[in-house]
């Protein structure tokens, strides 16, 4: 009686240890068919996106701005409003027209522009980071626009900083958008590059206004740099994706993803008549 009482628990045993190996693998294929969907999604809409008039963003770039946008959006943070996405590709010169409006609803750049960073964070290229007070330096991270109010550089849009050690004291610090003057043509035709701010993403005057109208309520603006601390260890960048925020966006966008074979009709022939018809992929 004690061989089949061992026996019975050593066969339930391994069943229970079959069935949870098979459910780890089964999570793990799971999380990998997510990934490569996510990554499809994101690869689909950069190709979608009319860079036609402007600067075409580094795919990378893109890619890390929309997976802490869909991480917010998913979360709640974001306006439910507006799809924009605002980012500064600080890992270009500053003569560079380094900052990105994007709709992503419609698929279009509607501003690309001239970005300043920090007055300690570089000369013409962006080097030091810092959440500090004080620092002159600019904060790598995901932001959330919010309210616009008239400062000492005019029409100006607060940010919350969202990425905790990063850039979570950027209102105490008040890291805005504003216009400046030493953001233009005409400054880095004197310098050799734009001025800089006290780590505000700063963008030319005339833009100033337009920019703000356009991404203020809650919409998530990006501040990228290959920082390998960062990259490693921002929260919106490495959190487990939640499903596609717009299943039907997701939906129309497979075509793309998944290109049709060209069919070719081959016709069998007996006694002079067809007797049927195949199509095949060429």
């Not at 279009?108 to 500090?132: I, P, R, W």
Request: proline share 3%.
């Amino acid at each position: 009686m004690k061989q089949v009482t061992k026996l019975l628990v050593c066969v339930c045993g391994y069943f229970i240890l079959a069935l949870s190996f098979n459910i780890v693998i089964a999570n793990e294929a799971n999380a990998v068919s997510e990934s490569a969907k996510m990554e499809s999604y994101i690869a689909s809409l950069y190709r979608r996106i009319d860079f036609s008039n402007s600067e075409r963003i580094s795919y990378t770039v893109f890619n890390n701005a929309m997976r802490g946008y869909l991480n917010l959006r998913n979360a709640g943070k974001l306006t439910g409003e507006k799809e924009i996405i605002t980012i500064c590709d600080l890992n270009q010169p500053s003569t560079f027209n380094r900052l990105w409006v994007i709709d992503l609803a419609t698929k279009k750049v509607l501003f690309n522009s001239y970005v300043a960073h920090g007055q300690n964070t570089g000369e013409d290229c962006a080097m030091t980071f810092s959440n500090k007070m004080n620092s002159h330096q600019s904060s790598l991270g995901f932001y959330i626009t919010t309210d616009v109010y008239k400062g000492e550089h005019g029409t100006s849009l607060h940010l919350q900083g969202m990425d905790q050690g990063f850039n979570d004291a950027a209102f105490e610090r008040d890291i805005v958008v504003h216009g400046a003057e030493y953001v233009s043509d005409k400054y880095i035709n004197d310098n050799q590059r734009l001025g800089r701010s006290w780590g505000c993403p700063a963008v030319p005057v005339k833009l100033a206004e337009p920019i703000i109208n356009t991404i203020k309520d809650g919409t998530c603006l990006f501040i990228y740099y290959p920082d390998t601390r960062y990259l490693a260890n921002s929260y919106w960048l490495n959190r487990k994706m939640a499903p596609l925020p717009d299943q039907q966006l997701h939906d129309d966008m497979m075509p793309l993803e998944l290109e049709q074979p060209r069919m070719r009709t081959i016709q069998y022939i007996h006694n002079g008549k067809i007797d049927s018809v195949k199509k095949i992929a060429r």
